[in-house]
């Protein structure tokens, strides 16, 4: 009997890994929703007071991008290449090369165009600023870093560029793959609106869902052109990938720190200036975003989608 369980149980967790194997890209993110969402749940209902509103709750905030993209790359990964295939991974976060001038448009760049956007919507004008002192810009290089490991950057980024955009890229295109991913991050993203940092909480009416997503929808899209052109530019780099990540988490903090409300209540401002950023992109390159089939100077874990 004992051994007819074990067959069974072993049986069965064959079935679920040909399953997942079967469909990786829907597996990645049903995982990725549901192990976030769930993560996610102690510090929505803290926030909204039904649990104690303590930052004790703030750990389940900070680990559902861990628990989300990374857990569920990791285990795709797994099961589809075994353990070289993690190990290829390992080697995109390792992958530093990319030369300077993608390292000054990330560091650099990036902050310019946001805060372009900020100079638009505020009336061609620069913006009024309150609080900000010279300890922001202090200690701007350790948020940074905080935001490197801690905010999100690393662990999302080795699920949506370390699993799912080269096989959506091999499957759709650079473009297709853009647009259809960056609706599906969004999406991830909204039980945050439930929540403080994404502007909403108790107190706050369904303008949040109606005029506030519907702007960080079409942000993800532009950010997530950006994101493939940067990533098919620099061979597959995830560390780049993560280093972009942070340049536009990191700069986004300058937001709470103006004064003209129509630049702090919604992503509007970064949407002008990244909007204005894609569509150029996707103009000069012809909509193909630096992707090219079967590059053979790609990081490892693409030349691992393209060799299956």
């Known amino acids: 009997m004992l051994n007819s369980l074990l067959g069974a149980e072993q049986t069965s967790s064959s079935g679920l890994k040909k399953l997942l194997a079967s469909r990786p890209l829907i597996s990645f993110f049903v995982m990725s929703y549901g192990f976030s969402w769930i993560t996610l749940i102690p510090y929505i209902l803290s926030?909204?007071?039904?649990?104690?509103?303590?930052?004790?709750?703030?750990?389940?905030?900070?680990?559902?991008?861990?628990?989300?993209?990374?857990?569920?790359?990791?285990?795709?990964?797994?099961?589809?290449?075994?353990?070289?295939?993690?190990?290829?991974?390992?080697?995109?976060?390792?992958?530093?090369?990319?030369?300077?001038?993608?390292?000054?448009?990330?560091?650099?760049?990036?902050?310019?165009?946001?805060?372009?956007?900020?100079?638009?919507?505020?009336?061609?004008?620069?913006?009024?600023?309150?609080?900000?002192?010279?300890?922001?810009?202090?200690?701007?290089?350790?948020?940074?870093?905080?935001?490197?490991f801690f905010g999100g950057p690393l662990s999302e980024e080795i699920g949506w560029r370390g699993f799912a955009l080269p096989r959506m890229q091999s499957r759709y295109g650079a473009l297709k793959a853009s647009l259809f991913m960056g609706v599906l991050w969004a999406l991830w993203h909204l039980p945050h609106f439930l929540t403080a940092p994404q502007r909403g909480g108790p107190g706050t009416g369904l303008a949040i869902f109606y005029i506030n997503l519907p702007i960080f929808i079409v942000l993800c899209i532009a950010i997530l052109i950006i994101f493939t052109w940067v990533f098919n530019h620099t061979q597959g780099s995830l560390f780049i990938a993560i280093l972009l990540h942070t340049s536009i988490n990191a700069f986004s903090t300058l937001q709470s720190n103006l004064s003209v409300p129509i630049l702090t209540r919604t992503d509007l401002p970064f949407l002008i200036g990244f909007g204005a950023l894609a569509l150029l992109i996707i103009v000069f390159t012809r909509g193909s975003l630096g992707y090219i089939q079967n590059n053979p100077n790609m990081a490892p874990v693409e030349n691992e989608i393209i060799s299956r």
């Open 47 to 148: 926030q909204w007071n039904i649990l104690p509103n303590t930052k004790a709750f703030a750990v389940s905030f900070a680990l559902n991008s861990f628990a989300g993209p990374l857990l569920a790359s990791y285990i795709m990964h797994r099961i589809i290449g075994g353990k070289e295939a993690w190990q290829n991974v390992r080697k995109g976060l390792k992958q530093v090369k990319a030369g300077l001038k993608w390292y000054l448009f990330i560091l650099i760049g990036i902050p310019a165009v946001m805060f372009l956007g900020i100079i638009v919507l505020n009336g061609g004008t620069l913006p009024d600023f309150h609080g900000l002192t010279s300890s922001y810009f202090v200690g701007y290089l350790i948020q940074f870093m905080l935001i490197f």
